[in-house]
């Protein structure tokens, strides 16, 4: 059986020593399960206070759900970044479909692997499909949007996620008590439009 699977642990492993991170992790997993559960295989869970993954049925489902984790960290204000490792593999011995964690295939303790690599580098996010070419990709396009994600402060959520929420920035500007110009600076500063951009191209090179 085709799947993938996607492992995400807080960049920082100290951060998850609180009570609150621990807890707005859950949250995040647990509002990514309902956004996305047509696209799971097993739920997001949690496999340690610093880290949940799950097993999904499709590449576009998987790359649309770590946008969804990263766009509910900005919505929520929370204060802490993750690694993600999205890992295509196949399940031929296992058959519960229960929490991910019982799946003890190959497939995980490779994944695993890929993301003891990358705690090991600046990057934020790894995929390894089963097409090398789309791989490098992928990974390429991953680059550049983790760069526009990461320029954001805390102090810029809010705007942020207003954008996403609604892309006039004269409404954004209506809603911050701004003059128009100040939504479009606001737009421009934030780069949302570049943002917006690189999401479409992701999406276009699973295509």
Not at 53 to 58: E, F, K, P, R
């Amino acid at each position: 059986m085709e799947h993938f699977i996607l492992m995400s642990e807080i960049r920082n492993p100290g951060k998850a020593g609180s009570d609150m991170i621990q807890k707005d992790l859950k949250n995040v997993a647990a509002i990514i399960n309902k956004l996305h559960k047509k696209d799971s295989i097993t739920p997001l869970n949690m496999v340690m206070p610093e880290e949940f993954q799950g097993i999904t049925n499709n590449l576009q489902g998987s790359i649309e759900m770590i946008f969804d984790i990263e766009e509910c960290i900005i919505e929520n204000n929370l204060d802490f970044k993750l690694k993600h490792v999205l890992y295509h593999d196949t399940i031929e011995t296992v058959q519960s479909k229960h929490l991910a964690y019982e799946r003890l295939g190959f497939g995980l303790i490779d994944a695993r692997d890929k993301l003891k690599q990358i705690k090991k580098t600046d990057s934020r996010f790894l995929i390894v499909t089963n097409n090398e070419k789309q791989s490098l990709n992928l990974n390429n396009l991953f680059f550049i949007y983790e760069d526009y994600l990461d320029s954001w402060k805390k102090s810029d959520y809010e705007y942020v996620s207003a954008f996403m929420n609604n892309k006039d920035y004269k409404e954004v500007a209506e809603h911050f008590n701004l003059n128009i110009s100040s939504g479009w600076r606001r737009e421009k500063s934030l780069k949302m439009k570049q943002y917006y951009t690189i999401k479409e191209m992701i999406l276009s090179a699973i295509e």
